[in-house]
Protein backbone atom coordinates (compact mmCIF):
# COMPACT_ATOMS: atom_id res chain seq x y z
CA UNK A 1 0.00 0.00 0.00
CA UNK A 2 0.88 3.25 -0.67
CA UNK A 3 2.01 5.85 2.56
CA UNK A 4 0.38 9.01 3.53
CA UNK A 5 1.28 11.60 0.67
CA UNK A 6 1.20 15.24 1.54
CA UNK A 7 1.12 18.12 -1.21
CA UNK A 8 3.23 20.50 -1.89
CA UNK A 9 6.19 19.19 0.28
CA UNK A 10 7.42 23.09 0.31
CA UNK A 11 5.78 26.36 -0.03
CA UNK A 12 7.13 29.90 0.31
CA UNK A 13 3.88 32.35 1.42
CA UNK A 14 4.28 36.00 2.55
CA UNK A 15 2.14 37.37 5.77
CA UNK A 16 -0.95 38.32 5.33
CA UNK A 17 -1.73 35.42 2.43
CA UNK A 18 -3.80 32.52 3.20
CA UNK A 19 -2.87 28.52 2.51
CA UNK A 20 -4.44 25.42 1.27
CA UNK A 21 -1.96 22.37 2.17
CA UNK A 22 -3.39 18.49 1.19
CA UNK A 23 -3.13 15.15 2.67
CA UNK A 24 -4.39 11.24 0.76
CA UNK A 25 -4.38 8.82 3.96
CA UNK A 26 -3.40 5.49 3.37
CA UNK A 27 -5.88 3.47 1.34
CA UNK A 28 -8.85 2.06 3.25
CA UNK A 29 -7.68 4.58 6.32
CA UNK A 30 -10.84 6.99 7.58
CA UNK A 31 -9.10 9.05 10.14
CA UNK A 32 -6.88 12.03 9.51
CA UNK A 33 -4.78 13.89 11.88
CA UNK A 34 -3.04 17.20 11.55
CA UNK A 35 -0.02 18.44 13.53
CA UNK A 36 1.84 21.42 13.54
CA UNK A 37 6.16 20.99 14.44
CA UNK A 38 7.95 23.96 15.24
CA UNK A 39 11.37 24.48 17.01
CA UNK A 40 9.73 26.70 19.68
CA UNK A 41 6.53 24.27 20.43
CA UNK A 42 7.58 21.23 19.44
CA UNK A 43 4.38 18.86 17.73
CA UNK A 44 1.17 20.57 18.25
CA UNK A 45 -2.01 18.81 17.50
CA UNK A 46 -3.98 20.81 14.66
CA UNK A 47 -7.79 18.69 14.80
CA UNK A 48 -8.72 15.32 13.30
CA UNK A 49 -11.33 14.47 11.07
CA UNK A 50 -13.17 10.90 10.61
CA UNK A 51 -15.59 10.45 7.83
CA UNK A 52 -15.39 14.21 6.80
CA UNK A 53 -16.34 15.24 10.39
CA UNK A 54 -13.92 17.06 12.55
CA UNK A 55 -14.12 15.02 15.93
CA UNK A 56 -11.06 16.70 17.76
CA UNK A 57 -9.38 19.79 17.66
CA UNK A 58 -6.60 21.83 18.89
CA UNK A 59 -6.30 25.08 20.36
CA UNK A 60 -5.09 27.07 17.17
CA UNK A 61 -6.71 30.49 16.46
CA UNK A 62 -9.80 30.42 14.16
CA UNK A 63 -7.19 31.03 10.93
CA UNK A 64 -6.92 27.42 10.85
CA UNK A 65 -9.28 25.08 9.70
CA UNK A 66 -9.97 21.39 7.54
CA UNK A 67 -12.49 19.65 5.87
CA UNK A 68 -11.74 15.69 4.75
CA UNK A 69 -13.81 14.61 1.72
CA UNK A 70 -15.63 11.48 0.59
CA UNK A 71 -12.69 9.81 -0.29
CA UNK A 72 -11.10 10.62 3.28
CA UNK A 73 -8.73 13.35 1.65
CA UNK A 74 -7.87 16.10 3.44
CA UNK A 75 -7.05 19.18 3.41
CA UNK A 76 -6.14 22.28 5.62
CA UNK A 77 -6.37 26.08 5.41
CA UNK A 78 -4.32 28.92 7.08
CA UNK A 79 -5.84 32.32 6.23
CA UNK A 80 -4.50 35.47 6.62
CA UNK A 81 -0.45 33.95 7.86
CA UNK A 82 1.56 35.33 9.81
CA UNK A 83 5.21 34.94 10.31
CA UNK A 84 4.73 32.07 13.07
CA UNK A 85 3.41 30.05 10.87
CA UNK A 86 6.29 28.72 9.98
CA UNK A 87 6.50 25.33 10.46
CA UNK A 88 6.50 21.99 8.97
CA UNK A 89 2.48 20.51 9.18
CA UNK A 90 1.88 17.01 9.36
CA UNK A 91 -0.50 14.48 8.48
CA UNK A 92 -1.42 11.27 10.31
CA UNK A 93 -3.83 8.92 8.86
CA UNK A 94 -5.13 5.88 10.93
CA UNK A 95 -7.87 2.67 9.74
CA UNK A 96 -10.58 3.62 12.39
CA UNK A 97 -11.93 6.21 14.33
CA UNK A 98 -9.32 7.97 16.99
CA UNK A 99 -9.01 5.75 19.60
CA UNK A 100 -6.15 5.23 22.05
CA UNK A 101 -5.11 1.97 20.46
CA UNK A 102 -5.23 3.10 16.95
CA UNK A 103 -1.31 3.23 15.25
CA UNK A 104 -1.15 6.88 13.31
CA UNK A 105 0.68 6.45 10.15
CA UNK A 106 2.84 9.55 9.32
CA UNK A 107 2.84 11.62 5.78
CA UNK A 108 6.19 13.20 4.87
CA UNK A 109 4.91 16.99 5.86
CA UNK A 110 4.44 20.14 3.92
CA UNK A 111 7.10 22.97 4.93
CA UNK A 112 5.83 26.14 4.92
CA UNK A 113 8.07 29.35 5.11
CA UNK A 114 6.11 32.35 5.42
CA UNK A 115 8.03 35.96 4.56
CA UNK B 1 -5.11 17.41 30.14
CA UNK B 2 -2.22 14.82 29.08
CA UNK B 3 1.60 15.50 29.79
CA UNK B 4 4.47 13.51 28.13
CA UNK B 5 7.95 14.96 29.84
CA UNK B 6 11.05 13.46 27.82
CA UNK B 7 14.12 14.87 30.06
CA UNK B 8 16.63 13.83 27.62
CA UNK B 9 17.34 16.57 25.41
CA UNK B 10 20.14 15.08 23.44
CA UNK B 11 21.70 11.73 23.95
CA UNK B 12 24.91 9.73 22.46
CA UNK B 13 25.31 5.81 21.75
CA UNK B 14 27.91 3.47 20.48
CA UNK B 15 27.08 1.56 17.74
CA UNK B 16 26.23 -1.38 18.73
CA UNK B 17 25.33 -0.50 22.31
CA UNK B 18 22.17 -0.76 23.99
CA UNK B 19 20.09 2.57 24.81
CA UNK B 20 16.90 3.75 26.71
CA UNK B 21 15.32 6.71 25.69
CA UNK B 22 13.30 8.14 28.82
CA UNK B 23 9.47 9.22 28.70
CA UNK B 24 6.92 10.20 31.58
CA UNK B 25 3.49 10.87 30.84
CA UNK B 26 0.26 12.70 33.19
CA UNK B 27 -3.44 11.45 32.06
CA UNK B 28 -6.71 11.16 33.53
CA UNK B 29 -7.97 8.68 31.80
CA UNK B 30 -8.09 4.95 32.31
CA UNK B 31 -7.40 4.26 29.03
CA UNK B 32 -4.54 5.17 26.82
CA UNK B 33 -2.17 4.06 24.21
CA UNK B 34 1.97 5.34 24.26
CA UNK B 35 3.46 5.34 20.94
CA UNK B 36 7.02 5.81 20.02
CA UNK B 37 8.25 7.62 16.58
CA UNK B 38 11.58 8.01 15.05
CA UNK B 39 11.71 11.76 13.22
CA UNK B 40 15.17 11.49 11.20
CA UNK B 41 16.85 14.60 9.22
CA UNK B 42 14.40 14.05 6.35
CA UNK B 43 11.26 14.89 8.71
CA UNK B 44 8.58 12.09 7.67
CA UNK B 45 7.85 10.48 11.05
CA UNK B 46 8.18 6.57 11.33
CA UNK B 47 6.08 4.76 13.97
CA UNK B 48 7.97 2.40 16.22
CA UNK B 49 6.12 1.10 18.40
CA UNK B 50 2.83 1.04 20.64
CA UNK B 51 2.11 0.07 24.24
CA UNK B 52 -1.95 0.02 25.79
CA UNK B 53 -2.52 0.96 29.02
CA UNK B 54 -4.36 -2.45 29.69
CA UNK B 55 -1.26 -4.34 28.09
CA UNK B 56 0.84 -6.72 31.02
CA UNK B 57 3.60 -7.62 28.62
CA UNK B 58 5.89 -4.32 27.65
CA UNK B 59 5.50 -4.87 23.84
CA UNK B 60 8.41 -5.60 21.64
CA UNK B 61 9.26 -4.55 17.79
CA UNK B 62 12.33 -5.89 16.49
CA UNK B 63 15.15 -3.98 18.12
CA UNK B 64 12.53 -2.06 19.74
CA UNK B 65 10.91 -2.69 23.37
CA UNK B 66 8.96 -0.46 25.56
CA UNK B 67 9.48 -0.76 29.34
CA UNK B 68 5.91 0.10 30.40
CA UNK B 69 6.03 0.63 34.12
CA UNK B 70 2.19 1.76 34.84
CA UNK B 71 2.94 2.67 38.52
CA UNK B 72 5.37 5.37 37.95
CA UNK B 73 3.87 6.55 34.52
CA UNK B 74 7.05 5.58 32.22
CA UNK B 75 7.35 4.11 29.25
CA UNK B 76 10.81 3.99 27.94
CA UNK B 77 12.20 3.03 24.64
CA UNK B 78 14.63 0.81 24.85
CA UNK B 79 17.00 0.45 21.34
CA UNK B 80 19.49 -2.75 21.18
CA UNK B 81 22.25 -3.06 19.28
CA UNK B 82 22.08 0.75 17.62
CA UNK B 83 23.20 0.94 14.34
CA UNK B 84 24.07 4.32 12.55
CA UNK B 85 20.63 4.83 11.35
CA UNK B 86 19.22 5.04 14.67
CA UNK B 87 20.47 8.38 14.33
CA UNK B 88 17.39 10.99 14.18
CA UNK B 89 15.11 12.34 17.09
CA UNK B 90 12.97 10.24 18.91
CA UNK B 91 8.79 11.04 20.28
CA UNK B 92 6.74 9.61 23.26
CA UNK B 93 3.52 10.36 22.70
CA UNK B 94 -0.06 9.50 24.59
CA UNK B 95 -3.16 8.95 23.26
CA UNK B 96 -5.97 9.02 25.50
CA UNK B 97 -9.87 8.27 24.97
CA UNK B 98 -10.77 11.33 23.43
CA UNK B 99 -8.48 10.66 20.26
CA UNK B 100 -6.23 13.29 21.11
CA UNK B 101 -2.63 13.05 20.72
CA UNK B 102 0.04 14.58 22.70
CA UNK B 103 4.17 14.61 22.08
CA UNK B 104 6.72 15.38 23.68
CA UNK B 105 9.39 17.51 23.09
CA UNK B 106 11.96 14.81 21.79
CA UNK B 107 15.24 12.87 22.09
CA UNK B 108 17.87 13.56 19.83
CA UNK B 109 19.57 10.16 19.47
CA UNK B 110 23.61 10.10 17.66
CA UNK B 111 24.85 6.82 17.48
CA UNK B 112 28.52 7.34 17.33
CA UNK B 113 30.53 4.39 15.18
Known amino acids: KAGVTQTPRYLIKTRGQQVTLSCSPI?????VSWYQQTPGQGLQFLFEYFSETQRNKGNFPGRFSGRQFSNSRSEMNVSTLELGDSALYLCASSEGEAQYYNEQFFGPGTRLTVL | AQKITQTQPGMFVQEKEAVTLDCTYDTSDPSYGLFWYKQPSSGEMIFLIYQGSYDQQNATEGRYSLNFQKARKSANLVISASQLGDSAMYFCAMRGNAGKSTFGDGTTLTVKP
Open chain 1, 27 to 31: SGHRS
